[in-house]
């Protein structure tokens, strides 16, 4: 069975900028969610996804933005990039609504300048 | 107060010796707690889950929940040097979004531990 995937691994982006995670879930698995996870820090929450369908939500503004595709796959965009959105962006995968045993991907390195 | 907090660390102990984690949680944290194990630049790995009251062993892993005094440890077994990494402490904090209700992770901020030869 094929873990979860994340892409690209790293990536600089300057500010004001807009960016694109990809995250390929786990096989078995309808639940996706992402974290962020500054230098020194626990991850933070960001959104879950449910067969397509935003599922909660953690404080982080609506610059924020996700998908969950058919395949269950999903998308973290974030717009008019922060030099604070630096940080390790976590992708997780689970079976079922609120799934909250979490399987993570190895992460996009997300630096702004 | 922090939903869920950890013992700030560092924490250094030698090889072969009883390293203990302890995370302690607010009263918006359900009762089911996770540890993770993170390697530097790598992503969290879940080692041990606890749900109930009490002890859990799982090789030289024991996560123990006290939920009367809202604790959560981890005890590490004759630490080896790979174990050195920093250690996630996760609780399920609930929420709602359009009238369904949600689990979420909320995370400690890690202990890094680090085993010396």
């Known amino acids: 069975e094929t873990g979860v995937t994340q892409s690209p691994t790293h990536l600089i982006k300057t500010r004001g900028q807009q960016v694109t995670l990809r995250c390929s879930s786990q096989?078995?698995?309808?639940?996706v969610s992402w974290y962020q996870q500054a230098l020194g820090q626990g991850p933070q929450f960001i959104f879950q996804?449910?067969?397509?369908?935003?599922?909660g939500r953690g404080n982080f503004p609506p610059r924020f933005s996700g998908l969950q595709f058919p395949n269950y796959s999903s998308e973290l965009n974030v717009n008019a990039l922060e030099l604070d959105d630096s940080a390790l962006y976590l992708c997780?995968?689970?079976?079922?609504?609120?799934?909250?045993?979490?399987?993570f991907g190895a992460g996009s390195r997300l630096t702004v300048l | 107060q922090k939903e869920v907090e950890q013992n700030s660390g560092p924490l250094s102990v030698p090889e072969g010796a009883i390293a203990s984690l302890n995370c302690t949680y607010s009263?918006?944290?359900?009762?089911?707690f996770f540890w993770y194990r993170q390697y530097s630049g790598k992503s969290p790995e879940l080692i041990m889950s606890?749900?109930?009251?009490g002890d859990k062993e799982d090789g030289r892993f024991t996560a123990q929940l006290n939920k009367a005094s809202q604790y959560v440890s981890l005890l590490i077994r004759d630490s080896q040097p790979s174990d050195s990494a920093t250690y996630l402490c996760?609780?399920?904090?609930?929420?709602?979004?359009?009238?369904?209700?949600?689990?979420?992770?909320?995370f400690g901020q890690g202990t890094i531990l680090t085993v010396h030869p």
């Open positions: 996804y449910y067969r397509e369908e935003e599922n």
């Open positions: 009263d918006r944290v359900s009762q089911s």
């Open positions: 096989s078995g698995h309808n639940t």
């Open positions: 606890i749900y109930s009251n």
């Open positions: 996760a609780g399920v904090t609930r929420g709602s979004a359009g009238g369904t209700s949600y689990g979420k992770l909320t």
């Open positions: 997780a995968s689970g079976r079922g609504r609120g799934a909250n045993v979490l399987t």
